[in-house]
């Protein structure tokens, strides 16, 4: 039996027998036998959960919040005051809310399983001398397996035999551009350095190989990192953190309101022991705000529906609001600021250029000329030039269910093939006419792919690669159809092009071309065959902005939250992006994987607080980025796709990995999943999760302000000691906590974003939901206005049946129609709190007045919940209410126009106080 553990190194450089010794194989592949022995030795070749929680776990965290617990210890201390249907209804809230909260959080982890992209479920393997498929998860160490263009791959491998291998290693690297490999050992830099070594998880972007897996399942690279970031904790997001904070700001609030009231009403007003201890048990319970749980999860939920129609899957409720309060975004280039679809925009000849217009995997361009479209037969250098495009190419492009494009090969040469079909080139009938007869495959030594045609009975070898290896080989230049010698002039010319484009962050291929002699085809020898080359010009590509990212990071800069580009591409490349889609300035620093390497961690600190890109960086200095982006008070949103990037993902506030692209163990550590990998998506996200925090806050507003009105009424009591009887009952206080203000509270949570909300910076984390302002325009503002006006309800009353304020109603009818109309009072001005807290400055004209039919159903409801408790008997005698008559229903009708037409005029001269500070501030 081999060893545990097999250091990847000693793999890579062992030498033909000492490499099968070492795994403890051979050329004819392992027995059955052998393959039980170390499938129990090993285990199964697949990625474990080390840390996957109990759905029970996940059940009951939901019902053990901070919040939540204060509502189970209410509950309980009504039920042993004797009111049982006030505590069974605030556990019922608490239960309710609990299974909402889960069924979401379900619903969410069920839709990420369903995007998430496992390891290749089938390999070809070798085995007693013989081939075949067998499930990935029975791949043991020693195993000898086939791969090709397209496969996934199973296993850390050393490879045995190739053919044209290149590896797709983003997963692992983060890098955009594939990697050459070979059965020769080559150390270069970086981790997975070695040349004949392929990874579990990466993907073969061309070519075929038969390798030895020597790491399955969790040994393998993806395995350790996957491991390392189950390990990694996760803390609390901003917004739980808040909750609690509120939580217990409100719970000491409401105990030192109810034990002063417990207090005077014992001792000011001599009221008996238990009656005063219902009397502040109604005091502590009105300031708790029961709603507050479910309309956060109401909140929270709605965005999530929203997010995900925006293309962006939100795994926990909690982290809808985190995304709010982002001021980084740690972003990748390739694929999530660009489209990810290398695209050649320009051809190059040594006496003319021309424009490619259309982007990423589509036909529908064209090449032209002054904004003029190009008759290639006009132009035979540039269709020769086309030629060689469609032809030295081993990729294709094929069409999904979806009618996407799929590409099986390089994104390199797939660009080649569309820039054909631009020009009109029928590939197919090209192919036909000019057969391959051979191909010399590209190698990273040479840095040259040749391909060998028959044309009109001539044998034509056509070239493509890296212009340095071009033109060591070239003698001759191809120039209006006429060949002529490459003179040092033109070398200079060539050059200067190429540097010309590689400043705008371009990327070159230089095209050549070789008509062989009958001699020289029966020598087959690849030096003489790829020598004495005629030079014809340059394709010129880049992977393309997303056409939304323009605006997306407009946006961002509005609303002061700053986008960091971390890629592994070249400095060049990354800046000339960065500058295109505007997120940076020309004074940019870019620092290097290199430099960043050699970076204390102060230093980094104070880097990254100026306008800055990393380029040339591995996916694990992203994690350090992302640390020090939070050690200066930062929330940090990364977005990846890679197993490297899991890390970072974990330790972010909020991690975003890549639906399409993404690999498992990124989706699993990542808060949020993007189903389109566009990162305008994750702007829409951050606009709702400030829109969600908002409505919080709208929320608190709108339920805090009840308070005052409720406990006006009892200070008028306890201060008059006694001689203002009660203008409102416990239960009818909790009426208004528990049923009219619950559905208008639940409609502020569906309120969709206030205009501006992406042009304010984002909330300082300092700020907190029960803020100066809201305890302001609660209490002193809305709450004031509210008491007035329901006290002097209490007293129109008792006025309209003789009584005057010396000689108050204290039982019978009438002071129970007082308490009726004090109760009612308070709920219409809610109804006009309602409507004035759906904005903070911004007209509710402005935003359509019917525009949140939540708000309107639920204005509409609470009005006929208070119907029901002033009109059906049985409820009558429980909340202690009776009938009003028309003239009272006039006044309470009356009560929303006055509170919502003062707080418009508020909110106008807000605005017009802002707009005159801001140009000022111009």
Same mark, same amino acid.
């Given at each position: 039996?081999?060893?545990?553990?097999?250091?990847?190194?000693?793999?890579?450089?062992?030498?033909?027998?000492?490499?099968?010794?070492?795994?403890?194989?051979?050329?004819?592949?392992?027995?059955?036998?052998?393959?039980?022995?170390?499938l129990?030795?090993?285990?199964?070749?697949?990625?474990?959960?080390?840390?996957?929680?109990?759905?029970?776990?996940i059940?009951?965290?939901?019902?053990?919040?901070?919040?939540?617990?204060?509502?189970?210890?209410?509950?309980a201390?009504?039920?042993?005051?004797?009111?049982?249907e006030?505590?069974?209804?605030?556990?019922?809230?608490?239960?309710?809310?609990?299974?909402?909260?889960?069924w979401?959080?379900?619903?969410?982890?069920?839709?990420?399983?369903?995007?998430?992209?496992m390891?290749?479920?089938?390999?070809?393997?070798?085995?007693?001398?013989?081939?075949?498929?067998?499930?990935?998860?029975?791949?043991?160490?020693?195993?000898?397996?086939?791969?090709?263009?397209?496969?996934?791959?199973?296993?850390?491998?050393?490879?045995?035999?190739?053919?044209?291998?290149?590896?797709?290693?983003s997963?692992?690297?983060?890098e955009?551009e594939?990697?050459?490999?070979?059965?020769?050992?080559?150390?270069?830099?970086?981790?997975?350095?070695?040349?004949?070594?392929?990874?579990?998880?990466?993907?073969?972007?061309?070519?075929?190989?038969?390798?030895?897996?020597?790491?399955?399942?969790?040994?393998?690279?993806?395995?350790?990192i996957?491991n390392?970031?189950?390990?990694?904790?996760?803390?609390?997001?901003?917004l739980?953190?808040?909750l609690?904070?509120?939580?217990?700001?409100?719970?000491?609030i409401?105990?030192?309101?109810?034990?002063?009231?417990?207090?005077?009403a014992?001792?000011?007003?001599?009221?008996?022991?238990?009656?005063?201890?219902?009397?502040a048990?109604?005091m502590?319970?009105?300031?708790i705000?029961?709603?507050?749980?479910?309309?956060?999860?109401?909140?929270?939920?709605?965005?999530?529906?929203?997010?995900?129609?925006?293309?962006?899957?939100?795994?926990?409720?909690?982290s809808?609001?985190?995304?709010?309060?982002?001021?980084?975004?740690?972003?990748d280039?390739?694929?999530?600021?660009?489209?990810?679809?290398?695209?050649?925009?320009?051809?190059?000849?040594?006496?003319?250029?021309? /424009? =490619?217009? &259309?982007?990423?995997?589509?036909?529908?361009?064209? @090449?032209?000329? !002054? +904004?003029?479209?190009?008759? $290639? %037969?006009?132009?035979p250098?540039?269709?020769?030039?086309?030629?060689?495009?469609?032809?030295?190419n081993?990729?294709?492009?094929?069409?999904?269910?979806?009618?996407?494009? /799929? =590409?099986? &090969?390089?994104?390199?040469?797939?660009?080649?093939? @569309?820039?054909? !079909? +631009?020009?009109?080139?029928? $590939? %197919?009938?090209?192919?036909?006419?000019?057969?391959?007869?051979?191909?010399?495959?590209?190698?990273?030594?040479?840095?040259?792919?040749?391909?060998?045609?028959?044309?009109?009975?001539?044998?034509?070898?056509?070239?493509?690669?890296?212009?340095?290896?071009?033109?060591?080989?070239?003698?001759?230049i191809?120039?209006?159809?006429e060949v002529?010698?490459?003179?040092?002039?033109?070398?200079?010319?060539?050059?200067?092009?190429?540097?010309?484009?590689?400043s705008?962050?371009?990327?070159?291929?230089?095209?050549?071309?070789h008509?062989?002699?009958?001699?020289?085809?029966?020598?087959?020898d690849?030096?003489?065959?790829e020598?004495?080359?005629?030079?014809i010009?340059?394709?010129?590509?880049?992977?393309?902005?997303?056409?939304e990212?323009y605006?997306?990071?407009?946006?961002?800069?509005?609303?002061?939250?700053?986008?960091?580009?971390?890629?592994?591409?070249?400095?060049?490349?990354a800046?000339?992006?960065a500058?295109?889609?505007?997120m940076?300035?020309?004074?940019?620093r870019?620092?290097?994987?290199?430099e960043?390497?050699?970076?204390?961690?102060?230093?980094?600190?104070?880097?990254?607080?100026?306008?800055?890109?990393?380029?040339?960086?591995?996916?694990?200095?992203?994690?350090?980025?992302?640390?020090?982006?939070?050690?200066?008070?930062?929330?940090?949103?990364?977005?990846?796709?890679?197993?490297?990037?899991?890390?970072?993902?974990?330790?972010?506030?909020?991690?975003?990995?890549?639906?399409?692209?993404?690999?498992?163990?990124?989706?699993?550590?990542?808060?949020?999943?993007?189903?389109?990998?566009?990162?305008?998506?994750?702007?829409?996200?951050?606009?709702?999760g400030?829109?969600?925090?908002?409505n919080?806050?709208?929320?608190?507003?709108?339920?805090?302000?009840?308070?005052?009105?409720?406990?006006?009424?009892?200070?008028?009591?306890?201060?008059?000691?006694?001689?203002?009887?009660?203008?409102?009952?416990?239960?009818?206080?909790?009426?208004v906590?528990?049923?009219?203000?619950?559905?208008?509270?639940?409609?502020?949570g569906?309120?969709?974003?206030?205009?501006?909300?992406?042009?304010?910076?984002?909330?300082?984390?300092?700020?907190?939901?029960?803020?100066?302002?809201?305890?302001?325009k609660?209490?002193?503002?809305?709450?004031?206005?509210?008491?007035?006006?329901?006290?002097?309800?209490?007293?129109?009353?008792n006025?309209?049946?003789?009584?005057?304020?010396?000689?108050?109603?204290?039982?019978?009818?009438?002071?129970?129609?007082?308490?009726?109309?004090?109760?009612?009072?308070?709920?219409?001005?809610?109804?006009?709190?309602?409507?004035?807290?759906?904005?903070?400055?911004?007209?509710?004209?402005?935003?359509?007045?019917?525009?949140?039919?939540?708000?309107?159903?639920?204005?509409?409801?609470?009005?006929?919940?208070?119907?029901?408790?002033?009109?059906?008997?049985?409820?009558?005698?429980?909340?202690?209410?009776?009938s009003?008559?028309?003239?009272?229903?006039?006044?309470?009708?009356?009560?929303?126009?006055?509170?919502v037409?003062?707080?418009?005029?508020?909110?106008?001269?807000?605005r017009?106080?802002?707009?005159?500070e801001?140009?000022?501030?111009?």
């Open positions: 039996m081999i060893q545990r553990k097999i250091e990847t190194d000693a793999v890579a450089s062992s030498k033909g027998k000492e490499l099968f010794e070492l795994l403890g194989s051979s050329m004819q592949g392992l027995t059955e036998a052998e393959v039980e022995r170390r129990d030795y090993f285990g199964p070749n697949e990625i474990q959960q080390t840390k996957k929680r109990s759905q029970l776990r059940f009951a965290k939901n019902f053990v919040s901070l919040m939540a617990l204060l509502l189970w210890v209410s509950g201390i009504a039920l042993f005051a004797g009111m049982p006030l505590g069974i209804a605030i556990w019922l809230v608490n239960i309710i809310n609990g299974l909402f909260s889960f979401q959080e379900y619903a969410a982890q069920k839709a990420t399983n369903s995007l998430k992209k390891l290749p479920t089938y390999t070809t393997v070798i085995r007693n001398n013989n081939s075949q498929q067998i499930d990935a998860k029975k791949l043991v160490p020693g195993d000898i397996f086939l791969v090709q263009a397209g496969n996934s791959i199973s296993a850390d491998a050393r490879i045995l035999s190739s053919e044209a291998l290149e590896i797709d290693e997963a692992l690297t983060g955009s594939t990697v050459s490999k070979s059965k020769n050992y080559l150390k270069t830099e970086g981790q997975f350095g070695q040349n004949n070594i392929i990874y579990a998880g990466t993907t073969v972007a061309r070519g075929t190989a038969t390798v030895i897996a020597f790491h399955t399942g969790m040994a393998t690279e993806f395995g350790k996957t390392l970031t189950q390990k990694q904790g996760k803390s609390k997001s901003p739980q953190v808040e609690n904070r509120l939580t217990k700001q409100i719970s000491v409401a105990i030192i309101i109810g034990l002063i009231f417990f207090l005077a014992v001792f000011f007003v001599h009221y008996p022991w238990n009656k005063s201890f219902v009397f048990l109604g502590i319970v009105a300031f705000p029961e709603g507050l749980l479910p309309t956060v999860t109401l909140s929270l939920a709605q965005g999530v529906q929203r997010m995900s129609k925006k293309h962006a899957l939100v795994k926990e409720l909690s809808v609001e985190t995304l709010g309060e982002t001021s980084v975004i740690a972003s280039k390739t694929g999530t600021l660009t489209q990810n679809q290398m695209t050649i925009n320009h051809l190059w000849l040594l006496d003319d250029n021309f /424009k =490619v217009t &259309g982007e990423g995997y589509s036909n529908n361009g064209q @090449i032209q000329k !002054e +904004k003029q479209k190009v008759d $290639i %037969e006009k132009h250098d540039l269709k020769l030039l086309l030629t060689i495009s469609a032809l030295n081993d990729s294709k492009l094929e069409k999904t269910v979806d009618e996407k494009t /799929k =590409v099986i &090969g390089t994104p390199t040469e797939a660009a080649h093939i @569309i820039v054909a !079909e +631009k020009a009109g080139i029928e $590939i %197919e009938r090209l192919v036909e006419e000019q057969p391959r007869l051979k191909e010399l495959p590209f190698d990273s030594n040479r840095k040259l792919m040749t391909t060998i045609h028959s044309v009109n009975g001539k044998k034509i070898a056509y070239v493509k690669g890296a212009l340095s290896s071009i033109m060591q080989r070239a003698n001759k191809r120039v209006n159809g002529h010698v490459l003179n040092n002039e033109d070398r200079k010319l060539i050059e200067a092009a190429n540097k010309h484009y590689a705008m962050g371009l990327r070159s291929l230089a095209l050549a071309y008509e062989l002699t009958e001699h020289e085809v029966q020598m087959n690849q030096t003489v065959i020598n004495n080359l005629v030079f010009g340059l394709t010129v590509m880049a992977d393309p902005p997303r056409p990212v605006a997306a990071i407009k946006k961002c800069h509005d609303a002061k939250i700053r986008v960091i580009m971390v890629t592994g591409d070249s400095a060049l490349t800046k000339s992006v500058l295109k889609i505007g940076v300035s020309e004074k940019v870019v620092i290097t994987g290199e960043l390497e050699k970076m204390d961690d102060q230093t980094l600190r104070d880097e990254i607080k100026q306008e800055v890109i990393f380029a040339r960086v591995a996916p694990e200095h992203k994690y350090r980025i992302v640390k020090a982006c939070q050690a200066n008070g930062d929330i940090v949103a990364s977005t990846g796709d890679g197993v490297n990037d899991a890390p970072a993902l974990k330790q972010a506030d909020i991690g975003i990995a890549m639906g399409v692209t993404g690999t498992d163990v990124a989706k699993d550590a990542a808060d949020m999943i993007l189903t389109d990998d566009n990162f305008a998506s994750i702007v829409a996200a951050v606009e709702e400030r829109t969600v925090y908002s919080i806050q709208k929320f608190l507003l709108y339920i805090l302000n009840s308070n005052v009105p409720e406990a006006i009424p009892s200070v008028l009591f306890l201060f008059s000691r006694g001689m203002i009887p009660l203008p409102l009952t416990v239960m009818q206080i909790l009426t906590d528990l049923g009219t203000d619950m559905l208008p509270a639940l409609g502020l569906a309120e969709k974003s206030e205009p501006g909300v992406m042009e304010q910076p984002p909330r300082a984390r300092d700020s907190h939901l029960l803020s100066h302002s809201v305890i302001w609660a209490f002193a503002w809305y709450g004031a206005g509210a008491a007035l006006i329901s006290t002097f309800a209490y007293f129109f009353v006025y309209l049946h003789g009584y005057t304020i010396s000689n108050l109603a204290e039982h019978g009818a009438v002071y129970v129609q007082a308490t009726t109309m004090t109760l009612a009072a308070i709920v219409f001005c809610q109804v006009a709190a309602a409507i004035n807290c759906r904005t903070k400055k911004t007209s509710v004209l402005t935003i359509g007045f019917f525009s949140n039919r939540h708000i309107i159903w639920g204005i509409v409801s609470e009005i006929i919940l208070l119907a029901l408790l002033i009109y059906v008997p049985v409820l009558q005698g429980l909340f202690n209410t009776i009003i008559g028309f003239v009272e229903w006039i006044f309470l009708v009356s009560i929303p126009i006055p509170l037409l003062i707080e418009e005029t508020r909110k106008y001269f807000v017009r106080k802002v707009k005159k801001e140009n000022v501030n111009i």
